[in-house]
C-alpha cells in the first residue's frame, strides 16, 4: 500500500497485476484483525467508512508489513480516497472487500500523483526512467511503461530489477517471447551473484520472481531451477537469522549490523510458485518434490508458520 512516499516510488514486492499470489485476502483480514484490536470503535452497527478510517486502515497496513509510522496517510489523501468509493462500500467498513478496494485506491491515486508532480516531463537516469514505468504499468499505461523500461534497460543492461519490471510488462501485453528472454537474461544475472552480503539477501526473491515470469512463458522446468536456487541462496543466510515473529519478520544479523526483514514473504511466496506448478504440471513436478521438501525445511528452521496450503487449497499464480 505504500508505495510512493514523499514524491518517491519506493520498491515493491506486489506484481503489479501480471501474475499475482491469492494473497491479498490474508492482508485484508490482517488489516481487519488489527483495526478489531484497536480501533473497536469502527466495530457497531452502524459504522461506515470515514476520513479517520481510511486513515486508521493506512496505519494498520504499515503495521502489517513492518513500517514505521513515520509514513502516514494525509488528510487530503484520505479525502481522495473517499470521494472515490462508492455508497455500498462505504457503507460496509469491516469487510474484505473494503479493505482491498482502499489500498488499491491508496496506489493508484500515488501513483497518479507521482506521475502529476514533474515524473511524466523529466527523466535522465535509469531509476527515474524505472519509477516512472512502475507508476505508468500500475495505472496500466503498459506501453508508455516499456518505452522507459527500455530505457532503463540500455543505461544498466545488467540490472534484475529494470530486466524482471520490464518482463512482466511484455507479459501484459502478451509478449511471451520477449518476456522469456528477459527472465532468461535475468536468471543469469542471478547466478552469478554472491549471496553473502545484506544486500544480496534481499535480491533472492529474484530467483522465485523468475520462477513465476517462467511459469507463464511455459517453462516449468526453468521455474523449478529457480526455485532451487533461491533454496541454495537462503541457506547461506540462516547463521545469520533470528526466529521469525508473529508478522513474519526475522532479525538479521550481518555485516556489523542488524536487520528486520520480511522473510516470511519471501518464503511463502517461493512456496505459492511451487504449488502452482504443482497444479499446473502433473508430469513434472513429482519428480522434484526435493524442492517442497527444501522449501518446508527451511520454514521449520526459521519458526515460519504462515506457508501457503499445499496444491488445490486456493493459493495459486494466475495470468491476468
Not at 22 to 30: F, G, K, L, Y
Not at 163 to 178: G, H, Y
Request: glycine residues 6%; proline residues 2%; contains cysteine.
Amino acid at each position: 500500500m505504500v508505495s510512493v512516499v514523499k514524491g518517491k516510488v519506493v520498491n515493491q514486492y506486489h506484481l503489479e497485476g501480471i501474475y499475482v499470489a491469492d494473497s491479498s485476502m490474508s492482508v485484508a483480514e490482517d488489516i481487519l484483525s488489527k483495526l478489531r484490536e484497536q480501533h473497536p470503535e469502527h466495530l457497531h452497527a452502524h459504522a461506515t467508512v470515514t476520513i479517520s478510517f481510511i486513515k486508521d486502515v493506512n496505519t494498520a497496513w504499515n503495521s502489517t508489513i513492518g513500517i514505521g509510522s513515520e509514513i502516514y496517510m494525509s488528510e487530503h489523501l484520505a479525502k481522495e480516497i473517499y470521494q472515490r468509493l462508492a455508497e455500498d462500500v462505504i457503507a460496509k467498513p469491516m469487510e474484505v472487500r473494503t479493505i482491498d478496494l482502499i489500498c488499491e485506491l491508496y496506489d493508484e491515486i500515488g501513483f497518479e500523483h507521482f506521475l502529476g508532480e514533474g515524473a511524466d516531463a523529466e527523466c535522465s537516469t535509469s531509476w527515474q526512467f524505472n519509477n516512472r514505468a512502475n507508476s505508468r504499468s500500475a495505472l496500466s499505461r503498459y506501453f508508455e511503461a516499456l518505452e522507459d523500461y527500455n530505457y532503463a534497460c540500455e543505461i544498466e543492461p545488467k540490472c534484475l530489477m529494470y530486466l524482471l519490471n520490464r518482463a512482466r510488462t511484455f507479459i501484459a501485453l502478451d509478449m511471451r517471447e520477449l518476456a522469456l528472454r528477459d527472465a532468461m537474461h535475468a536468471y543469469a544475472q542471478a547466478e552469478n551473484k554472491r549471496f553473502g552480503t545484506k544486500d544480496d539477501f534481499m535480491t533472492i526473491d529474484d530467483f522465485v520472481e523468475i520462477a513465476g515470469l517462467m511459469i507463464i512463458c511455459g517453462h516449468e522446468e526453468k521455474a523449478l531451477e529457480a526455485l532451487l536456487k533461491f533454496t541454495s541462496a537462503f541457506k547461506r543466510y540462516l547463521p545469520f537469522l533470528s526466529r521469525i515473529d508473529d508478522d513474519g519478520f526475522c532479525s538479521m544479523s550481518l555485516d556489523g549490523h542488524s536487520s528486520r526483514i520480511n522473510i516470511g514473504f519471501f518464503l511463502d511466496h517461493a512456496l505459492a510458485v511451487f504449488h502452482s506448478i504443482r497444479e499446473g504440471n502433473n508430469c513434472v513436478v513429482p519428480t522434484r518434490l526435493d524442492i517442497l521438501t527444501e522449501l518446508l525445511d527451511l520454514t521449520n528452521k526459521i519458526g515460519h508458520t504462515n506457508a501457503p496450503p499445499p496444491a488445490g487449497a486456493g493459493v495459486s499464480y494466475r495470468i491476468l
